[in-house]
């Protein structure tokens, strides 16, 4: 395998409320998988307990980060963060839990945009409108120019949805590319949705034009599995390698320097 894969820093378990598989049952794979670095990154709960029927109680925190610094060892560096849905009002929050020592590192997914009647709806369900890809880039893009996250987990999620590459959501990757090239905020080439069922033959994401456009831009990407089981692990990184191979990118790969998670080219 080259270096690029031999990590993994998307991934949850049993304690993001819809996944399975101990902390430990994934190290234990890891391991089998010479992986060199695994970071655990649980769905973020929020103060206001928003999106908590996907997320784990905020009573577990402390609980799933000890477990996670448990896990650390000489044979396998493993880190612990969270990926996080941005929004204005939870910068002061995600500061906070950056700054505290409790996580090394925070991605940010955007998994939900806002509806007419002020309720969220799922970026997964079908249906998404030119109104809801706003709203999407909205928060991706201020998640990028907040400076607090790691890189961007699923960039193209929206195209699962849409399931069309008009000239909004071109001009929506284009907006994301450009903010992720500006800040230096990595783009994530997300497995999961490899393991999803075909949107019309293709996977729902990686959207292929979306990484076409990445390709031509020359935005530096990553790649992890987003697994929610340990099974999932090394069946995704195949299928990730086998993609990149396909459309390849300027990759960048994670180094971990003691006290902080940067990016250098592979």
């Known amino acids: 395998m080259k270096k690029y894969i031999r990590y993994n820093l ?19 794979t890891a391991k089998e998988l010479a992986l060199e670095l695994l970071g655990f990154s649980e769905h973020c709960p929020l103060p ?3 999106f908590s029927k996907s997320r784990m109680d ?4 402390s609980v799933y980060e000890a477990d ?17 849905d941005w929004s204005p009002e939870y910068r002061n929050y995600y500061e906070e839990l950056l700054s505290s020592g409790r996580v090394d590192y925070l991605i940010t997914g955007t998994h939900f945009v806002p509806s007419p009647d002020g309720r969220f709806r799922s970026v997964f369900n079908p249906g998404l409108t030119a109104g ?14 907040s400076g607090l996250f790691s890189f961007v987990a699923h960039p193209d999620l929206y195209m699962g949805s849409y399931r069309r590459w008009d000239g909004e959501a071109k001009a929506l990757a284009e907006d994301i590319i450009e903010a992720s090239k500006e800040y230096s905020v990595p783009l994530e080439i997300n497995g999961n949705g490899m393991l999803k069922p075909a949107v019309e033959g293709h996977y729902p994401y990686p959207s292929d034009p ?12 990553v790649m992890n599995t987003d697994s929610h089981t340990t099974a999932s692990l090394g069946k995704s990184m195949k299928l990730l390698s086998e993609y990149e191979a396909g ?15 940067t990016f250098e080219e592979a």
Not at 58 to 61: G, K, L
């Open 68 to 84: 996670s610094r448990s896990q650390d060892g000489p044979d396998l560096k493993i880190l612990t963060g969270y990926e996080c």
């Open 48 to 50: 206001d307990r928003r």
């Open 210 to 221: 979306f990484w076409l456009l990445c390709r031509e831009s020359d935005v530096h990407a």
């Open 10 to 28: 998307h991934t949850h378990s049993f304690y993001c409320g819809h996944g399975s598989g101990k902390l430990s049952e994934y190290r234990e």
């Open 132 to 145: 809801d890809l706003v709203s999407y880039g909205r928060y991706v893009i201020g998640a990028i120019e």
């Open 58 to 61: 905020n009573s577990m925190m």
């Open 247 to 261: 459309i390849p990118q300027h990759l960048v790969y994670p180094v971990w320097t003691g006290n902080k998670l």
